[in-house]
């Protein structure tokens, strides 16, 4: 199979997917840090009851997940997704297109 590039389209949509994948994940980084450490203050939590903290958690995490499910190779449409983790991995398993930025 020779070595195989995406187009600029598909490069393009591929890159805009990992920049909302990062700015989620910081966002929600940042959210669980404060949420966390002021649980108690905000009222989320007490001594006997997680249930709201539970709550936000869950949709703070949600998300995440489902930008990873919707990653897709944008040559043969394949879910990468879960290959993926932050950032679009180098190459799709398979269809063995390139998906990184270099073009040597």
């Avoid at 002021?38 to 936000?56: A, E, I, K, T």
Wanted: glycine share 8%.
């Amino acid at each position: 199979m020779p070595n195989q590039y995406l187009t600029a389209e598909q490069d393009r949509r591929l890159r805009r997917w990992e920049a909302c994948n990062q700015g989620y994940f910081i966002f929600a980084f940042f959210a669980l840090i404060v949420v966390l450490i002021f649980s108690s203050q905000l009222g989320l939590s007490s001594g006997d009851s997680w249930g709201p903290l539970g709550l936000l958690l869950a949709a703070l995490v949600t998300p995440i997940i489902i930008l990873q499910l919707r990653l897709a190779c944008p040559a043969c449409g394949v879910k990468i997704g879960w290959q993926a983790k932050l950032m679009a991995p180098d190459q799709c398993r398979h269809c063995g297109v390139f998906l990184c930025q270099s073009r040597k």
